[in-house]
């Protein structure tokens, strides 16, 4: 998002403004008093060639708002600073900090916190970001108040520095993967089958593999304005052209997802097929023992039209090589930190190599409940494998 669109956002008792050209003597006055300067990371006194030089590249950045704290009330005095810095549009992820209040009298009226809480609501809602975290000396017993005061919570420490951070929304219990390329209609049932799930504690994120403008009208318009899905995708390519490396573009786009995963339990679901309703609920009953890393349960397999053709289920895993299917099994977020990514594509069972090195640390545990659809067509990734085009549903 380009600077030049975000517009003042006020409060009762503050108003935020961009920072421009004319602040800059001002700012650069706060930062260097000894008390300001004091809470910086970098705390030594900058030059005014350093602060105008940081300033043109700052204004040529759309990952970087710092806002001027405007005090309400015969005028909008300036009293202070706020920013947000490192933002990840991708992960929708970003850094809040450079908070100062300037003029001693300006102090103790609670508009560092107002001015915090503002643009915090701000990130949520008119950037959507999804994510802050901030860094603030764990002697700075004024600044730790603040940040608690408006919703920020310790996340861990490091060099004397305490890092803590804030969520738009509690951190979902069940994240989905939904791979998605070129299947307008039947995407709409995959989808469907995560937004009609009985438990409604969930984030979908759908990573699409640079799908026709038809598509992604109809991804759009199934999730509607639902903020626990998150849409992902690449450069839209050639309908008529082939796909032989269409396997590891599917892998790859759930690599992209994995950094995005927010929930404990993590399910795949390909954009042909779907899940029964009560899904989440049989595999949150599965991880409740604190023990259990990785789940699955019965496939059941589907037609072109959906007619039931059989089930697939066994009772014990070995190798899962060829035996489970990525809709049948979910795990927890965690195993990432063992296992940080699907492996490259060496045949058509990525998934079951994926499985492996799952199952090289941890024992898969099965329930008999059917708790995915696989829909067998013609124009499956498997049936097309090298002959996979755009035209496909």
């Known amino acids: 998002m380009p600077k030049r669109v975000v517009t003042p956002i006020a409060s009762e008792r503050v108003v935020l403004r961009l920072l421009g050209e004319r602040d800059l003597p001002t700012t650069l006055a706060w930062r260097n ?10 705390s030594r006194e900058l030059s005014e060639a350093e602060h105008h ?8 950045r759309d990952d970087d708002f710092v806002f001027v704290v405007c005090e309400r009330g015969d005028s909008l005095r300036p009293v202070g600073q706020a920013a947000l810095y490192n933002i990840d549009w991708h992960a929708r992820t970003a850094e809040i900090g450079r908070i100062m209040i300037g003029p001693d009298d300006a102090l103790g009226k609670g508009l560092a916190s107002e001015a915090t809480r503002l643009l915090t ?3 949520f809602g008119q950037l959507r970001i999804r994510r802050l975290r901030l860094e603030v000396f764990k002697t700075n017993e004024p600044a730790i108040a603040v940040y608690q005061r408006t919703g920020f919570v310790p996340s ?8 803590m951070t804030s969520t738009a929304f509690p951190a979902p219990r069940h994240s989905v993967i939904l791979g998605s390329y070129n299947r307008p209609h039947l995407v709409r049932a995959a989808i469907a089958s995560v937004m009609e799930q009985t438990d409604p504690d969930w984030q979908l994120i759908i990573t699409d593999d640079g799908s026709n403008e038809e598509t992604v009208t109809s991804i759009f318009d199934t999730i509607g304005g639902d903020r626990r899905c998150q849409f992902l995708t690449v450069e839209h390519g050639d309908d008529l052209r082939t796909r032989p490396d269409c396997g590891q573009r599917a892998v790859d786009r759930i ?3 994995i950094p995005l995963l927010e929930g404990e339990i993590v399910h795949y679901l390909p954009d042909d097929d779907w899940y029964p309703a009560d899904r989440f609920s049989i595999f949150a009953d599965v991880f409740r023992a604190p023990e259990v890393m990785v789940g699955y349960g019965r496939l059941v397999l589907v037609d072109r039209e959906g007619e039931r053709r059989g089930t697939m289920y066994a009772a014990t895993v070995g190798d899962p090589l060829n035996v489970l299917d990525h809709k049948q099994v979910a795990h927890r977020r965690r195993v990432f930190e063992r296992v940080p990514d699907w492996p490259k594509v060496v045949d058509w069972g990525s998934e079951g190599h994926f499985f492996r090195r799952l199952r090289e640390h941890w024992p898969f545990h099965g329930i008999d409940r059917e708790v995915a659809f696989h829909r067998c067509h013609d124009w499956n990734m498997q049936g097309t494998k090298e002959g996979s085009t755009g035209r496909r549903e």
């Open 33 to 42: 008093q000894p008390r300001v300067r004091s809470g910086f990371v970098t």
């Open 53 to 60: 030089a940081w300033f043109q590249t700052y204004s040529q």
């Open 121 to 123: 609501r701000f990130a």
């Open 156 to 163: 861990g420490e490091r060099d004397g520095l305490l890092l």
């Open 255 to 257: 690599n992209d997802a």
